[in-house]
């Protein structure tokens, strides 16, 4: 067969099983493969994996090549496909085993941080965002076309070792179209391929953004409240006034107003005779059991 006839058609089952036959010696020589498998016609069936192949058909250079690229990654041809930062390495089985790589080029510092402003406050949970369940207009902000986190044509390189000698062949663009079906599975993949981290669209947020405080026309006061509800608001309770301690009273004598007040034991009073009993003399005695004596009355006495 010269180079300018066609070559014969072989059926689409049969290319399955030649990309098996060929996935299956890659697999005895223990080499790590993650091949795509599609099932169905349909390549890519969450969000990011449907913007990632619309991203994909939006670049008209390469249009006559993504049919064909199509066909290849349904047909069970791309047998190992590896995503990292900035790279995407990939072998297509086609009439041998070539090798491909996508170089793509990191999102600047500048694209990242307008993402971020412009989805401040409406991202709070980032498997909200890789499931793609967010509200429309943050999700068309992240795919946007141009500024978004998907690539445009003058950002990746392609190499293939097929003797094609345009930059997009059918195998690059099965292997790119394999991207959008391993986004499926793993859509972080996507912020790794660009070189940023999901989590800080939610943690920078609010860093950029001070709020304000709210101003004086947007306060209510408190009769506005009442006559908006209805309701009839209590008087401010009114603190009762301070009644005036007595000042304190200090002893006269042995202490003056900055001193301690001294306590002053009470002594009972002294009785007129405070000589003891034991301290009286003898004649003092008489004196008082003769008074005693006096006093009684006498006994009367019994006649015989």
Known sequence: MSYFEWRPYVPVAEKRRQAARKLAKLKKRRQSVAPVTIEGRTIAKSFWGKSWCSNLECYSDFETRMPRGRTYVRNGSVLDLQIAKGEVAAMVAGSSLYNIKITVAPVTTARWKAICRDCAGEINSVVELLQGRLAKGVMDRVCRLGDGLFPSPEEIKLSCSCPDWADMCK?????????????????????????????????????????????????????????????????????????????????????????????????????????????RTRSESKKVNRAGAAKREPRPRLSV
């Open 171 to 279: 195998h690059v663009a099965a292997a790119l179209y394999g991207v959008g079906a391993r986004l499926d599975e793993r859509p972080q993949l996507l912020f790794e391929l660009r070189g940023v981290d999901e989590h800080e669209l939610l943690a920078n947020a609010g860093q950029d953004f001070a709020l304000a405080p709210p101003s004086a026309a947007n306060i209510l006061d408190s009769n506005d409240v009442a006559a908006l509800f209805g309701l009839e608001m209590a008087e401010p309770a009114i603190p009762d006034a301070t009644v005036p301690t007595a000042p304190k009273q200090y002893p006269r004598s042995g202490t003056s107003r900055g001193s301690k007040t001294q306590v002053v034991k009470k002594t009972a009073p002294k009785k007129k005779n405070s000589r003891p009993r034991a301290a």
